[in-house]
C-alpha cells in the first residue's frame, strides 16, 4: 500500500495541472500538434496542412474488446 500512496498522489497532482480543453467548432481550425509515426518520425500537423486539406478520422474503439 506504501508504494500505492505516492503513485496516487502523483495522479492527482497531474490531474489538477491539465486543464480543460474546450472541443472544436465544425469549420474551427485545430491547433497544431506533433505525434509519433512509425520509424520513429515525428508529424506535425502544420507540415500536413502546408501540404493541403487534412482529414483527422480515429476509430475509438479499434482496438478494445467491444
Do not use: H
Amino acid at each position: 500500500m506504501r508504494r500505492a500512496a505516492p503513485l496516487l498522489v502523483m495522479a492527482l497532482l497531474l490531474t489538477g495541472l491539465v486543464l480543460p480543453v474546450a472541443a472544436l467548432e465544425v469549420g474551427q481550425k485545430a491547433p497544431d500538434f506533433t505525434l509519433s509515426a512509425p520509424g520513429g518520425k515525428k508529424v506535425n500537423l502544420s507540415d500536413l496542412t502546408a501540404k493541403g486539406p487534412v482529414v483527422i478520422f480515429t476509430f475509438i474503439q479499434a482496438f478494445t474488446g467491444t
